[in-house]
């Protein structure tokens, strides 16, 4: 093993808690912004008495630095990410972020050199009245690229938020009002501007020849030792700090491709082969992560978290060359533990061979044409707490024996149409029909103790309506209907499985083949519902008088207690 690898001064880790962190304060900055706008949609004086609130926060030095600080920290961390990448070859998504993340400070430089600068060096006082004078009546196109400013830099911050919390248990939950948020901030912001044009223009209007007759800067009590400047002028004088920004903006961006092609010119005789288990090999240089190597060949890598070391579905294992490799560093290490890996799996995101090795990925995509190589189309789900319904209908080959075939589909559409209605009602969300069986999910967006109670609910509900619908065909049923329904509680895989067209959400692991017992349980005991102690310690209901016992389940060491209700009891649930 080579541990002399020279390691960065900041970790990966921490690069990105920066990038966070800067990229948070600048979208609370948008968002405050947004809202002084809208308040325009009251009156042109609220956004005035909206932007003395909003200038008491940043134009203190306090506020000044944590802005502008976050911004240059913002931009220089997402350069450093572009410079350390070996392939610029990526998924659209995470190509789409980047580039609005570099528009953000092309798009923004005017705007500041012509607000805070001015400001600064100049004195001017910029009011909502006189920018709006500016970017509504003086000059549209500025007012327009400003709008679109705003929305690239709302719609960069909007997608970094969703990618930094898409995996947390309870974004679900809040997703809708989320969605619902990054939506309408912006709209009322638009409409409140476009409503201080209005009432700008119609002031304009009704001015005598004095009324703005500095145009944007007409509010600059003096220049220098010369006294008031027009406008035009005044734009004239800005001119170098403009071309200072845009300099040094396209300066850093040349510079970033000239370090790049340095760097694949020098790394050109340095390179390793990447050999995979089905003969593809890739030569890349030293430096490139096997996720990398498997971009830049072409060749299809699972990879859900964007290859942050997050997650362990670009694992591999290696085949041949792991003596030559270097040591997973921390986070590396800790996903690995996390999945009890054996020392020849490591994540491909950051695994960086320093010579020839060969690997065998362990969750590789399956070569459907329809799905580009770059693409996440097919998911692999992730880990999720969710409630896992079962439910069957006992003796039903008996009740369908001397029924005719169309008779018998007459039967199961009522059947199933009970089941899904009342899943749904309940929350839940209807997997599939087995036969005369359905499996259902609940807590895909809701809290544990929430979606164990909905299943209970649903289970009673539909225990309930089967007796209904035995009553009603009770005269061309051999027997009476009897449903069997199995309950369990816990973690399992949730994503959308499949081929080709034929692809659902649905939810695979230890938690649905426990609850698939669970339903043969039932029918054992002759019972209609049996659920696990588990649901019934998060749901909390009452389980008084409910016959409890300990089963064993095939592929678990320890005996499961589950609770075995009856048709009778079951409407305690209700």
Not at 202 to 218: I, L, P, V
Request: hydrophobic share 45%; proline share 4%.
């Amino acid at each position: 093993m080579t541990s002399q690898a020279r390691k960065p001064i900041l970790s990966d880790r921490l690069v990105r808690k920066f990038r966070l962190g800067s990229g948070l304060v600048v979208f609370t900055f948008v968002i405050m912004h947004l809202a002084n706008h809208a308040l325009g949609l009251i009156s042109l004086s609220a956004a005035e008495h909206g932007q003395l609130w909003f200038k008491a926060v940043w134009r203190n030095p306090v506020g000044t630095v944590l802005l502008y600080g976050a911004l240059v920290v913002h931009i220089t961390l997402v350069l450093r990410m572009l410079y350390r990448r070996r392939t610029l070859v990526m998924p659209a998504s995470e190509a789409f972020q980047i580039v609005t993340g570099l528009l953000v400070p092309l798009l923004l430089i005017d705007h500041i050199v012509s607000t805070r600068v001015v400001h600064e060096v100049y004195g001017y006082h910029d009011t909502y009245k006189a920018i709006v004078h500016s970017l509504w009546v003086t000059s549209p196109i500025n007012g327009v690229r400003q709008s679109l400013v705003l929305l690239i830099v709302w719609l960069h911050g909007c997608i970094g938020v969703h990618f930094w919390l898409r995996y947390r248990p309870w974004y679900t939950m809040i997703a809708p009002v989320v969605l619902s948020f990054a939506i309408v901030l912006p709209v009322l912001g638009l409409l409140g501007f476009a409503a201080m044009g209005r009432v700008v223009t119609h002031e304009a209007a009704q001015a005598d020849e004095r009324g703005y007759s500095g145009g944007y800067y007409s509010d600059i009590s003096s220049y220098g030792e010369g006294g008031s400047v027009p406008g035009t002028q005044m734009a004239d004088a800005l001119l170098p700090y403009r071309a200072g920004f845009y300099g040094a903006f396209s300066l850093s961006i040349a510079a970033l491709f000239g370090f790049r092609a340095h760097r694949r010119i020098r790394e050109r005789q340095h390179q390793v082969a990447v050999r995979y288990g089905g003969g593809e090999v890739v030569y890349a240089p030293q430096g490139f992560s096997v996720l990398e190597a498997s971009r830049l060949g072409g060749i299809p890598h699972y990879s859900v978290c964007g290859g942050k070391g997050q997650c362990s579905t670009c694992r591999v294992q290696v085949i041949e060359g792991g003596e030559n490799l270097p040591p997973p560093e921390a986070m590396e290490q800790k996903t690995l533990n996390r999945i009890g890996a054996t020392p020849d799996i490591r994540l491909a995101c950051q695994l960086r061979p320093t010579a020839n090795v060969s690997v065998v990925p362990l969750l590789t995509p399956m070569a459907e044409a329809t799905i580009p190589v770059y693409t996440q189309a097919a998911s692999p789900g992730r880990e999720r707490e969710i409630v896992v319904f079962f439910c069957d209908l006992r003796h039903f080959t008996s009740l369908t024996e001397a029924r005719l075939p169309f008779d018998i589909v007459f039967l199961l559409n009522r059947y199933f149409a009970i089941v899904g209605r009342i899943i749904e009602e309940n929350g839940g969300r209807l997997d599939k029909f087995i036969g005369d069986g359905a499996m259902a999910l609940f807590g895909l967006r809701t809290t544990p103790k929430e979606a164990n109670r909905q299943a209970l609910k649903a289970a009673a509900a539909i225990v309930r309506e089967i007796d209904k619908l035995s009553a009603e065909l009770a005269e061309e049923l051999s027997a009476p209907l009897e449903i069997a329904i199995g309950l369990h509680t816990g973690s399992a895989v949730v994503g959308s499985m499949g081929y080709g067209s034929v692809k659902n959400v649905t939810a695979i692991g230890d938690t649905v083949n426990v609850a698939s017992r669970l339903e043969s349980v039932a029918k054992e005991y002759n019972t209609a519902l049996v659920f696990s102690e588990p649901v019934a310690r998060l749901s909390e209901v009452d389980i008084d008088g409910i016959e409890s016992r300990e089963i064993a389940v095939r592929g678990r060491g320890e005996a499961l207690r589950v609770y075995i209700v009856s048709k009778e009891a079951s409407s305690r649930f209700s």
